[in-house]
Structures are given as structure tokens and as C-alpha cells.
């Protein structure tokens, strides 16, 4: 299973930078480009969903918000085309001030069946694009 990740400092407090982590769930097409749109859903085990269209196709996930400890995480379920997880958390560093952040993500994914290898590359791809909107947003909201 390839696992990817990276840790960016922003320079924005943590508030700020969880709400846009948090809009990229709302609508995921105004931080990556590739990905027309996502519609929410609660399963039947009363766990969230999200059902996302890419250029690729669709993938379902299933979403948990742990907005106490300001970390977001999807696994890849029902028929997309991988599977695995992304997880993406906001943090500070006490010792620095209120003005700086750190948004962490870990994408780890494996193919599965048809275009899987091009569905985990995407999604490498639009974890990472995403990532660098929401700090570039979160750094550029006035303060």
C-alpha cells in the first residue's frame, strides 16, 4: 500500500485553518480542480458518507469528524476503485503563538480492480492540490 504524506506550516490560526480543512467536504470543487462536486449522506450504520465526482469517476467514502481533536479521515468503500484511507489534521504548536498552524495529511491507498493505479495517483494528487488551497486560502483571510 503506498503511503504518502506531508506537514505545512500555515500562517493562520488553527480556527481558520480547520474551517476551510472543514469547506473542503462541503464542496471539494472550490479547492481542486479535477473534482466537479460531492454530495453528504448518513449510512445505515449511521456513520457519514460522501460520494465524490472526479475527472476519473466516482468514489464513496466514509467520513469521520473529530472536530475536538480538528482531524478529518476517509475510507474508500462500496465499489471506488482503491482502498484505504486519507486522513487530514490541523494543529498547533503552543510554544510559537496563536499565528501559526500545521495541517497534516497521510494518504495511504491501494489499487483495486480497474484504473485503480490511475484512481490512486489522482487522488494523491488532489489531496495534495487541496492541501496547498486550504493553507493558501487560510494565509490569505485577513486577520
Not at 500545521?102 to 492540490?129: C, I, K, M, S, T
Amino acid at each position: 500500500m503506498a503511503k504518502v504524506g506531508e506537514t505545512l506550516s500555515v500562517e493562520a490560526p488553527v480556527d481558520v485553518v480547520w474551517g476551510f480543512l472543514v469547506r473542503t467536504v462541503e464542496g471539494p470543487q472550490d479547492f481542486c480542480g479535477g473534482v466537479y462536486g460531492a454530495e453528504m449522506f448518513v449510512r445505515v450504520d449511521g456513520t457519514h458518507g460522501c460520494t465524490v465526482a472526479t475527472e476519473l469517476g466516482v468514489r464513496t467514502e466514509r467520513m469521520q469528524f473529530d472536530d475536538e481533536g480538528r482531524e478529518l479521515s476517509f475510507e474508500m468503500i462500496d465499489d471506488t476503485p482503491c482502498t484505504g484511507r486519507i486522513v487530514a489534521r490541523v494543529f498547533d504548536n503552543p510554544g510559537i503563538g496563536n499565528m501559526l498552524s500545521f495541517l497534516e495529511y497521510e494518504v495511504e491507498l491501494e489499487p483495486r480492480g480497474r484504473n485503480g493505479d490511475a484512481f490512486v495517483a489522482a487522488a494523491q494528487d488532489e489531496v495534495r492540490e487541496t492541501m496547498a488551497a486550504v493553507k493558501a486560502k487560510a494565509e490569505a483571510t485577513p486577520r
